[in-house]
């Protein structure tokens, strides 16, 4: 039964702290997607990849997240340095897609980030 | 750009009686329509997705939704609830785009009454 992981389940961290979470997409899948979970906001994009490649970060703070893929089983996703609104919960997904398109979605079971 | 709505934002059913989830969505093309559900603590999970072809799509867990392009409605149905079905449901749009990245509505809450 194939799935998407992610690490660490959960985080709590300190203000200022730096933060990494980790993504291992379905194997075979080209496409991983970065959505963001809050109350006030609900599921929000963050950014996607195809092949490795970043297609989209539009829905990222710029100046404090990075996402990147060193390798086509592993996606980051870091804050630098983290702020109390980045608490969230944090999803990847993976697909698999040619052109335009993407498959169905599979989500991982998402990272809790608590920046205190 | 396209967008989702769930007009509603939490439901009660009773255990046994039948389901309905509304969901809407504005695009401007032929949609990918998807409904997930996510039960506490945990991730995403797929219960179906209409890309084309028959309208009416089967799910898992008994689920079924109807596309209706002319009422820009995608809604999720279930004939006899079960009290497992308690969740939080999502309805999403897959957006034209490099990668058809999914627009999420807001989510409805479903409790099950025994």
């Known amino acids: 039964d194939a799935r998407v992981t992610q690490t660490p389940r959960d985080k709590v961290t300190e203000m200022g702290q730096e933060v990494t979470m980790r993504c291992q997409p379905i194997l075979g899948h080209n496409t991983v997607f970065w959505y963001r979970q809050t109350m006030m906001q609900g599921l929000e994009l963050l950014a996607y990849f195809r092949n490795r490649a970043p297609l989209d970060d539009s829905g990222m703070p710029k100046d404090r997240f990075s996402a990147e893929m060193p390798d086509a089983t592993l996606a980051t996703l870091k804050i630098q340095p983290s702020e109390p609104r980045d608490s969230a919960v944090y999803f990847c997904?993976?697909?698999?897609?040619?052109?335009?398109?993407?498959?169905?979605?599979?989500f991982g079971p998402g990272t809790r980030l608590t920046v205190l | 750009a396209q967008s989702v709505t769930q007009p509603d934002i939490h439901i009660t059913v009773s255990e046994g009686a039948s389901l309905e989830l509304r969901c809407n969505y504005s695009y401007g093309a032929t949609p990918y329509l998807f409904w997930y559900v996510q039960s506490p603590g945990q991730g995403l999970q797929l219960l179906l997705k209409?890309?084309?072809?028959?309208?009416l799509v089967q799910g898992i867990k008994g689920f079924e939704a109807e596309f209706k392009r002319s009422q820009s409605s995608f809604n999720l149905r279930k004939p006899s609830v079960h009290w497992s079905d308690a969740a939080e449901y999502f309805c999403?749009?897959?957006?034209?785009?490099?990668?058809?990245?999914?627009?999420f509505g807001s989510g409805t809450q479903l409790t099950v009454l025994p």
């Open positions: 999403a749009v897959g957006a034209e785009g490099s990668a058809r990245q999914l627009t």
């Open positions: 997904a993976s697909g698999f897609g040619l052109a335009g398109n993407t498959d169905t979605q599979y």
């Open positions: 209409y890309f084309s072809g028959d309208t």
